[in-house]
């Protein structure tokens, strides 16, 4: 005897699998319809490769598999497609989902197919192929496929070989019977399965101790070969495959690894028939042993069942009786699932139809409150910690879910089964390892949106600023193409004057010491106006420029140029000190600009006096006669004209000799006197009331004007 | 010098603090400089955990920007798309209390997805420029529609939408997708119950 090990937890719950173990196997025959679900497996559904109409023979394929983890899906009887539509089926979720429909036609007949005779002179690779194309997927419940199963690498070693015929699950009797019956073909398949992945130590069969009848046809049948039979006290998960393959070989698979990490394959007994029939027969996987049992079914026995088979027409031939049944169940009542309906159709992975009565199994009494008793970590098979767990679930407190190692959790259902709450603990344990699934994928996708928000952003940023940069372009070159047109009439000194103008449109206040006219005033008027006539000042700017250099620029200062200047500059000085008035009275920030506008206006208006004084001194010649007021004329501001008219007259004053001032004063008092007089007759004429006012200036000025001849005279008499 | 320290206790503890601080805060100070921080490591983690939907229903332009929200004290609680799991791990990022979610913000919904009925768009391509994620595709005056992979729900092709062509639905479970669903607690069972346990639990 063989020393197996013992796995923690597990449960007894009562067997029931006498009831259908009396009959041996039976064939189902050919229902009417036969419905082929296009996932039957886990991965990638397969793709429908026939049409509606079209007549397809027993054992041809369907759909063909679609990716490395999908198998493809054969016919299991000749007959004629007629539908490939949304059906029912097997599925805890009850939803509908694309099936292939076919009606029989009753002749059975096989597509061409031709077995292996000597699969050990076969490639590896041609024999896995074959597995696939067969659409074998695991026949112990999960559907994996199997050809990916045995896709052992080549650097992992394999030591052990793993056949599974435990089942552990109550009612369910269809590997029994297929081990009691077909031993020889689970030990031809295992033979296949040794030659594909060549465990190096040991193969072993492992069958639970109630089932003595299907150990004893095993060992029967594997008499001469290398195959060991081991069987080990019945205890319920023992046939999960990290249990089984804890129990035979003392191994725990690591958390999260896979039985090949620890040089172990593990394969289920109606899988390795599979195999057998694929290989040496030729047989794609199109019938199955499924169990029917349940107190509702008269007779309780076992099918070997064509795949698509639906559920209702199995059930007929056991005199089932749908009153008593409190409700329908695919597979076991540890994990199998409720059937909406009996139109769902077998499949690969439906290994048993349970029918009870209410008597048998109960609905789920209601769940009460955790009293903390301990017993579900006492069943656990995997040593967690299903109460902690519980309450992590309910708190939806996934990382702490994780932590305990949630996703090592086989649902066997253990736990709820010795919950004396009647907490559904396994469906807590369902429901969070689907949500935390559901956050990574959400976190993935996360992850990838934002790469792409991030790479949009970016896009349109580099948009913006190629878009920014053609403008500039754009605008340089039509500033470009307007100073070419320009450069025909017009020297450095305008463009240099537009861009002056174009720096104090900035917002620059400080004047600078430019010899432009206006430069004062451009600086100024922006600070008043704002910015909103920079065009005009700039315009100005160069018309002044241009008056300047029509007016002389080059040619030597005339008296009359620099009169003008003398004026220009008192005129601006005037102005500048207007806006510094104006400034301290508003608390202008700008005052500090304004009084530098007004000293240098102040400095340049000396700079022009004095100049005009050695130009009148350097050409004596040149004095005129004519008041240097009369020159000015350049304004139309009278009273600022009066003032540089005042200043160029005591200018004028200065340098004539005391006869010719003498002279001049009563020439100037005979003409004012004069002028007095023409609007003191207007007033009068028009009968205005300055005329009092006029009437005594004009005495006055006939009094100043003896004064002046009588001052004359008395000069004349000196001299 | 023993003398010297006995004479002057408290002027040599000062002056021994103060030899003991001149290195220790040229360390800080280096270490300050060597090992500084680049960018804000709390809101690039706050960011990790944001649906990253991009849809602005929390009032800022994106979840980056929330995340710098959050990072400079804005509630946690403005994130309809990740709903209650989200706020659950910012609060334990945080340390803070999880609250419930601002309705002012909306509310949490099942996810959907945008589906635009190509036979009435005009192609304006005005949903193009609204999608966050690039999601759809088209040109102007072409039909546009939507890469379901790539749409995260967020909503705001619907509004530009001159037409109305635009329907966000609900994403239907497939059997790839389809779970369990968390059990009814044992004492919410009954309605009067179930108040009395969220009372004792709030």
């Known amino acids: 005897m063989r020393k197996t090990w013992n796995i923690h937890g597990g449960i007894h719950p009562a067997e029931n699998k006498q009831q259908s173990t009396q009959q041996p196997i039976t064939s189902a025959g050919i229902p009417e319809l036969l419905v082929f679900p296009l996932s039957q497996h886990i991965g990638t559904p397969a793709t429908p490769v026939v049409t509606v109409g079209q007549r397809v023979l027993k054992g041809e394929t369907i759909a063909s598999g679609k990716g490395f983890v999908s198998v493809p899906v054969h016919a299991s009887t000749s007959g004629e497609v007629i539908a490939i539509e949304s059906r029912p089926v097997p599925h ?24 292996i005779a000597d699969f050990r002179s076969s490639d590896k690779a041609e024999l896995l192929s074959l597995i696939r194309e067969s659409g074998i997927a695991g026949m112990g419940g999960a559907g994996f496929p199997t050809a990916v199963k045995l896709s052992v690498r080549d ?16 009612y369910i009797t269809a590997d029994d019977m297929l081990m009691r019956e077909r031993a020889d073909e689970i030990i031809a398949g295992t033979a296949i399965l040794q030659h594909l992945i060549n465990p190096s130590v040991q193969t072993l069969i492992g069958v639970e101790d109630n089932k003595p ?55 289920n007994v109606g899988t390795t028939v599979a195999v057998y029939r694929a290989v040496t027969l030729g047989e794609p996987l199109i019938t199955r042993i499924t169990t029917i049992t349940g107190s509702a079914c008269q007779q309780q026995r076992n099918f070997e069942v064509l795949l698509g088979t639906p559920v209702k027409y199995l059930l007929d031939q056991c005199g089932y009786n749908a009153q008593q049944c409190s409700r329908l169940i695919m597979g076991g009542p540890m994990m199998g699932f409720t059937l909406g309906c009996e139109d769902i159709p077998v499949v690969k992975t439906t290994n048993c139809i349970l029918a009870p009565t209410a008597t048998e199994i109960s609905p789920p009494s209601p769940a009460q409150a955790c009293i903390r008793c301990g017993l579900c970590a006492e069943a656990c098979p995997v040593s967690l910690l299903p109460q902690q767990m519980y309450w992590f679930a309910r708190a939806k407190e996934y990382d702490q879910l994780e932590e305990h190692k949630l996703m090592d959790c086989i649902e066997c259902g253990a736990c709820s089964y010795v919950c004396p709450s009647n907490i559904p603990l396994v469906q807590y344990y369902r429901a969070s390892k689907a949500e935390i699934r559901e956050l990574k994928q959400d976190a993935i996708k996360a992850e990838h949106s934002k790469a792409r ?129 104006q400034a301290e009275q508003q608390g202008s920030d700008k005052l500090d600009a304004f009084r530098i506008g007004v000293e240098k206006t102040e400095a340049k208006y000396q700079q022009a006096k004095t100049a005009l004084d050695e130009f009148i001194q350097a050409n004596p010649a040149q004095q005129s006669a004519a008041p240097a007021a009369e020159k000015v004329k350049l304004t139309g501001d009278a009273a600022q004209d009066a003032i540089a008219r005042a200043l160029a007259k005591r200018e004028a004053a200065s340098t004539m000799t005391d006869e010719e001032r003498l002279k001049n004063a ?23 009331d300055t005329a009092t006012i006029l009437a005594e200036s004009i005495s ?11 001052a004359f005279d008395e000069y004349q008499q000196q001299n | ?105 909306g509310e949490e919904n099942i996810k959907k997805v945008a589906f635009i009925r190509e036979a009435e768009c005009i192609g304006c391509t005005k949903c193009i420029q609204a999608c966050p994620v690039d999601a759809i595709l088209g040109a102007a005056k072409q039909m546009h529609t939507v890469i379901v992979s790539e749409c995260t729900g967020c909503d705001l092709c619907v509004e530009p939408c001159p037409v109305d062509c635009i329907d966000m639905l609900p994403i239907q479970p497939t059997l790839q997708t389809w779970s369990w669903d968390l059990p009814v607690p044992a004492e919410q069972l009954i309605a009067s119950d179930s108040r009395d346990v969220m009372g004792a639990e709030a």
């Open chain 1, 213 to 267: 009848e299907a150990i004893a046809a095993l060992q029967r049948a594997a008499q001469g070969s290398n195959i060991e039979i081991v069987s080990f006290p019945t205890k319920y998960p023992s046939g999960g495959e990290k249990q089984l393959i804890q129990i035979l070989t003392g191994k725990e698979v690591p958390s999260g690894g896979l039985p090949a990490s620890i040089g172990i394959v593990c394969q």
């Open chain 1, 453 to 581: 928000f991030e790479a949009r952003q970016e896009r349109i940023e580099r948009q913006e600023a190629e878009k920014e940069a053609k403008r500039i372009a754009r605008k340089a070159a039509a500033e470009a193409r307007a100073a070419g047109g320009a450069s025909g009439d017009k020297t450095d000194a305008i463009q240099a004057a537009i861009e002056r103008a174009k720096a104090k449109k900035a917002g620059n206040a400080v004047a600078s010491t430019s010899t432009n006219n206006m430069a004062t005033k451009t600086s100024v008027e922006p600070l008043n106006s704002g910015s909103d006539k920079p065009l005009d000042a700039a315009q100005a700017a160069i018309e002044k420029a241009k008056n300047k250099r029509a007016g002389g620029g080059a040619e030597a200062p005339t008296r009359e140029s620099l009169e003008q200047a003398l004026a220009s500059i008192e005129k601006r000085l005037n102005g500048a000190k207007e806006k510094l008035q």
């Open chain 2, 1 to 105: 010098m023993i003398e010297l320290i006995s004479n002057h206790p408290f002027a040599a503890a000062i002056s021994a603090l103060l030899l003991l601080g001149l290195p220790f805060g040229a360390l800080l100070g280096f270490a300050a400089v060597k090992f500084k921080t680049q960018g804000d490591p709390i809101a690039d983690q706050i960011e990790e955990l944001l649906p990253q939907t991009q849809c602005g229903q929390c009032s800022y332009p994106g979840c980056r920007p929330y995340a710098e929200a959050i990072a400079n004290g804005e509630a946690i609680n403005k994130c309809p798309p990740g709903g209650e799991s989200t706020i659950n791990a910012l609060a334990d990022l945080l340390g803070v209390e999880a609250t419930p979610l601002d309705a002012e913000h």
């Open chain 1, 700 to 710: 006055k000025l006939e009094g100043k004007l003896i004064d002046a001849q009588q």
């Open chain 1, 92 to 115: 805890p979720s009850g939803m509908s989902a694309r099936c292939i429909v076919i009606r029989p036609d009753g002749r059975d007949e096989w597509i061409k197919h031709r077995g």
């Open chain 1, 666 to 688: 009563i020439s100037s008092i005979g003409k004012r006197l004069d002028k007095a007089r023409e609007k003191l007759a207007l007033a009068e004429n028009e009968g205005s």
């Open chain 1, 155 to 170: 650097d992992q070693n394999i030591e052990t070989l793993i056949i599974n015929g435990t089942e552990c699950e109550p």
